[in-house]
């Protein structure tokens, strides 16, 4: 886990945290974590495989249409990309 410091936190800005983790029955320092999670990981954000995975219900993907890439892909291994 990683160790954040906050310097230079405005007393009025540490009171309302202290009271809002008491509000919520938490501690001050779990009480900033979930403000923390919550602003850089909100509920309404896009996950890729769950918005993929609602296309291809959306469309009627079946497991038997991916069964063809495997029919027909090309078995040969990839050549690395070079950047010279």
């Not at 403000?35 to 890729?48: D, F, G, N, S, T």
């Amino acid at each position: 886990m990683a160790l954040l410091i906050v310097r230079n936190l405005p007393d009025d800005v540490h009171r309302a945290l202290r009271v809002r983790a008491a509000q919520h029955g938490h501690s001050t320092e779990a009480e900033v974590r979930e403000i923390l999670a919550m602003a850089v990981k909100p509920e309404a954000r896009v996950r890729v495989g769950e918005a993929l995975a609602a296309l291809g219900r959306k469309i009627g993907l079946t497991n038997e249409d991916f069964e063809i890439f495997d029919r027909v892909k090309d078995k040969t291994p990839a050549e690395p990309l070079r950047f010279e």
